[in-house]
T-cell receptor, first 114, second 111 residues
Framework: DTAVSQTPKYLVTQMGNDKSIKCEQNLGHDTMYWYKQDSKKFLKIMFSYNNKELIINETVPNRFSPKSPDKAHLNLHINSLELGDSAVYFC?????????????FGSGTQLSVL | GQQVMQIPQYQHVQEGEDFTTYCNSSTTLSNIQWYKQRPGGHPVFLIQLVKSGEVKKQKRLTFQFGEAKKNSSLHITATQTTDVGTYFCAGPSGGYNKLIFGAGTRLAVHP
């Protein structure tokens, strides 16, 4: 069983479209995250949710809206996609949350905005 | 804001050579973590160091945490082609509420 699964794996879309990425974890963790990895491999945190509550929102444009229906799921909706949104988006989870815990990452969603 | 600096950005080695990547923080860290990302893959947790001066080994990989808990290193002895990937260090932010990653060191191993 995959611990952190996200779909789709690839997403190719036109500028201006709206798209969603879904993430689910079966580890029983309380905290989930979205990270963005750019073309230079730099990993930057976007959001963090602890038990459905938003904990971290890292100066991300409000076109990005995370939603956590329950603590096992964290989805990412992106409105009005721009070229600069092209990147790999990783969902991750940790037991409790914070910077002292290891992260379990999903396999990533490669988003290409044309 | 707090940064975790990592060098080198790239390293090309011949199979069998050693490899080291270094990580430095502007502030004292409560812990440092290391992750490996294979090409096309996702970051996978390798290890966490917590104590000042701590050294941990995993087969050919040796991890060190500096005495001041501001720097760390990962050393691979006798690299193999399976070591190819990007190695990231990561440490907690000043508020301890999130993990911030270094820029990563991309390792290429030539057979």
């Amino acid at each position: 069983d995959t611990a952190v699964s996200q779909t789709p794996k690839y997403l190719v879309t036109q500028m201006g479209n709206d798209k969603s990425i879904k993430c689910e974890q079966n580890l029983g963790h309380d905290t989930m995250y979205w990270y963005k990895q750019d073309s230079k491999k730099f990993l930057k945190i976007m959001f963090s949710y602890n038990n459905k509550e938003l904990i971290i929102n890292e100066t991300v444009p409000n076109r990005f809206s995370p939603k956590s229906p329950d603590k096992a799921h964290l989805n990412l909706h992106i409105n009005s996609l721009e070229l600069g949104d092209s990147a790999v988006y990783f969902c991750a989870s940790s037991q409790l949350g914070g910077g002292n815990e290891k992260l379990f990452f999903g396999s990533g969603t490669q988003l290409s905005v044309l | 804001g707090q940064q975790v600096m990592q060098i080198p950005q790239y390293q090309h080695v011949q199979e069998g050579e050693d490899f080291t990547t270094y990580c430095n923080s502007s502030t004292t860290l409560s812990n440092i973590q290391w992750y490996k990302q294979r090409p096309g893959g996702h970051p996978v947790f390798l290890i966490q160091l917590v104590k000042s001066g701590e050294v941990k080994k995993q087969k050919r990989l040796t991890f060190q945490f500096g005495e001041a808990k501001k720097n760390s290193s990962l050393h691979i002895t006798a690299t193999q082609t399976t070591d190819v990937g990007t190695y990231f260090c990561a440490g907690p932010s000043g508020g301890y509420n999130k993990l911030i990653f270094g820029a990563g060191t991309r390792l290429a191993v030539h057979p």
